[in-house]
């Protein structure tokens, strides 16, 4: 459980939440660069509940701002994206991405104070198909991370953008949250569904592994493992990493090069992006010739976007048709009557309402890794808080290669984190360099 005021540091990410501060020292990924198109329509952004406007000018550069014009506050949204910047409708004032007033229509030349006139807009930069923005407070801002995820081909990488109905936190904690794995998702699995040659048949056979998990330099991370064969056990490994990333173990260790983001839009909705290496290996919750096993096929279908605040890729299975549960299902194909996993998780996260009270919780030894990346979130915070002291990863964003989630088996003489040092070793990366481990003591 968490006080209800630890709740709300961890929870709260708006201008002036420690929380929220905590997250402006970072490169935040705003929208997927698909999403604005040369001269288009200016987008509504919400991004830590503050209302923006974010457009791409007649150059491809992108621009992302207050949506409330300087003159008069009139909303940019209704701007006309015209030859490089965007006017506002009200008098016609014009801005370019960087926020600079380039003409003042509506004022007689000898009174035009075009040149002390701003707009708020944020620093942009592209990279791995997606809007950067720093929201800090840097004339400078730091690096832009590097996960390997970011840095491949794009023809290489999967990305899947869907929005949840529920706080940020409340999101991540369901990348990291294992223990679920084996009920909400593969309930119904049976060890002679599963290729008898996959390491991960393992997990099947015993759903209550022992956990170990500790603090990093990137965050946290856990391993549950499991025996396998005499001498070895099953490891599946993930990472927390601050503020709002997280590696899953979704597949094998050596070629999962992947990274999901839960980006607060405010405190109850959040963007959730998903990026996949397309060359992994295939995960547990297929056959043996490769397809999914029944009630797990992802079912991802959206609702038409809209310009309302909320109106970007939401998915049509929601809380309000109870992500169209189906009780026959429930008793016969899998555990939740729920198809897909992606839709599983989307309503076990979102059912406990927009922003968890959790007061109410009961926490268990298979929550070690939940109750571990609060700690470490909180003490980020506070650290930030009391001097403006910063986790290394943001200016150090390089240490995040040494994260890697994924499943493999190793010999029980070996310490978890030696035998996550040694994998570290052999793991495929677009940079080959995917060989440093620095850890926090234990
Ligand atoms: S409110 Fe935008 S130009 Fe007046
Ligand atoms: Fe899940």
């Given at each position: 459980?968490?006080?209800?005021?630890?709740?709300?540091?961890l929870?709260?990410?708006?201008?002036?939440?420690?929380m929220?501060?905590?997250?402006?020292?970072?490169?935040i990924?705003?929208?997927?660069?698909s999403?604005l198109?040369?001269?288009?329509e200016?987008?509504?952004?919400?991004?830590?509940?503050?209302?923006?406007?974010?457009?791409?000018?007649?150059?491809?550069?992108?621009?992302?701002?207050?949506?409330?014009?300087?003159?008069?506050?009139?909303?940019?949204?209704?701007?006309?994206n015209?030859?490089?910047g965007l006017?506002?409708?009200?008098?016609?004032?014009?801005?370019?991405?960087?926020?600079?007033?380039?003409?003042?229509?509506?004022?007689?030349?000898?009174?035009?104070?075009?040149?002390?006139?701003?707009?708020k807009?944020?620093?942009?930069?592209?990279?791995?198909?997606?809007?950067?923005t720093?929201?800090g407070?840097?004339?400078?801002?730091?690096?832009?991370?590097?996960?390997d995820?970011?840095?491949l081909?794009e023809?290489?990488?999967?990305?899947?953008?869907?929005?949840?109905?529920c706080?940020?936190?409340?999101?991540?904690?369901?990348?990291?949250?294992?223990?679920?794995?084996?009920?909400?998702?593969?309930?119904?699995?049976?060890?002679?569904?599963?290729?008898?040659?996959?390491?991960?048949?393992?997990?099947?056979?015993?759903?209550?592994?022992?956990?170990?998990?500790?603090?990093?330099?990137?965050?946290?991370?856990?391993?549950?493992?499991?025996?396998?064969?005499?001498?070895d056990?099953?490891?599946r490994?993930a990472?927390?990493?601050?503020?709002?990333?997280?590696?899953?173990?979704?597949?094998?260790?050596?070629?999962?090069?992947?990274?999901?983001?839960?980006?607060?839009?405010?405190?109850?909705?959040?963007?959730?992006?998903?990026?996949?290496?397309?060359?992994?290996?295939?995960?547990?919750?297929?056959?043996?010739n490769?397809?999914?096993?029944?009630?797990?096929?992802?079912?991802?279908?959206?609702l038409?976007?809209?310009?309302?605040?909320?109106?970007?890729?939401?998915?049509?299975?929601?809380?309000?048709?109870?992500?169209?549960?189906d009780?026959?299902?429930?008793?016969?194909?899998?555990?939740?009557?729920?198809?897909?996993?992606?839709?599983?998780?989307q309503?076990?996260?979102?059912?406990?309402?927009?922003?968890?009270?959790?007061?109410?919780?009961?926490?268990?030894?298979?929550d070690?890794?939940?109750?571990?990346?609060?700690?470490?979130?909180?003490?980020?915070?506070?650290?930030?808080?009391?001097d403006g002291?910063?986790?290394?990863?943001?200016?150090?964003?390089?240490?995040?290669?040494?994260?890697?989630?994924?499943?493999?088996?190793?010999?029980?003489?070996?310490?978890?984190?030696?035998?996550?040092?040694?994998?570290?070793?052999?793991?495929?990366?677009?940079?080959?360099?995917?060989?440093r481990?620095?850890?926090?003591?234990?």
């Amino acid at each position: 459980m968490l006080t209800a005021a630890s709740n709300e540091m961890l929870c709260r990410t708006g201008p002036g939440t420690p929380m929220g501060n905590l997250m402006r020292e970072y490169w935040i990924p705003a929208c997927l660069s698909s999403e604005l198109k040369a001269d288009g329509e200016p987008m509504r952004l919400l991004l830590l509940s503050e209302q923006l406007i974010a457009f791409r000018d007649t150059d491809g550069r992108v621009g992302i701002m207050e949506h409330r014009c300087p003159h008069r506050c009139a909303s940019l949204f209704f701007g006309r994206n015209e030859q490089g910047g965007l006017r506002c409708v009200y008098h016609g004032w014009k801005f370019d991405v960087e926020g600079n007033c380039l003409d003042m229509p509506n004022v007689p030349p000898s009174q035009d104070f075009r040149h002390r006139v701003r707009a708020k807009a944020y620093k942009v930069v592209e990279r791995g198909g997606f809007v950067w923005t720093y929201m800090g407070k840097r004339a400078e801002p730091p690096p832009l991370p590097s996960f390997d995820i970011l840095l491949l081909p794009e023809e290489e990488r999967l990305t899947r953008a869907h929005q949840r109905e529920c706080n940020w936190f409340q999101s991540l904690e369901g990348d990291i949250d294992t223990s679920h794995f084996g009920f909400l998702h593969i309930g119904a699995l049976k060890v002679e569904d599963v290729d008898p040659k996959s390491i991960h048949r393992w997990s099947v056979g015993d759903r209550a592994p022992d956990y170990k998990a500790t603090e990093t330099d990137w965050g946290t991370m856990y391993a549950a493992y499991r025996p396998a064969e005499p001498g070895d056990y099953y490891y599946r490994f993930a990472h927390y990493m601050l503020p709002f990333f997280t590696l899953t173990p979704n597949g094998s260790f050596e070629d999962q090069v992947a990274c999901t983001m839960n980006v607060p839009m405010d405190d109850t909705h959040t963007m959730v992006y998903n990026l996949s290496w397309k060359k992994k290996t295939r995960p547990l919750e297929t056959t043996k010739n490769g397809e999914w096993i029944a009630g797990l096929a992802p079912d991802a279908k959206y609702l038409p976007n809209t310009n309302d605040w909320h109106g970007r890729n939401r998915l049509v299975a929601r809380k309000e048709n109870d992500y169209f549960i189906d009780r026959e299902m429930q008793k016969h194909v899998n555990y939740t009557g729920i198809q897909g996993i992606g839709r599983q998780d989307q309503a076990a996260v979102e059912c406990m309402g927009d922003l968890v009270d959790r007061s109410l919780e009961h926490l268990a030894p298979s929550d070690r890794m939940i109750a571990i990346t609060r700690k470490r979130a909180l003490e980020a915070v506070q650290t930030h808080m009391k001097d403006g002291t910063v986790p290394a990863t943001v200016d150090n964003p390089d240490l995040y290669r040494g994260a890697r989630g994924g499943a493999f088996v190793a010999s029980t003489k070996l310490d978890w984190l030696a035998a996550y040092a040694e994998k570290l070793q052999t793991a495929k990366s677009p940079l080959g360099l995917l060989t440093r481990m620095p850890l926090a003591a234990e």
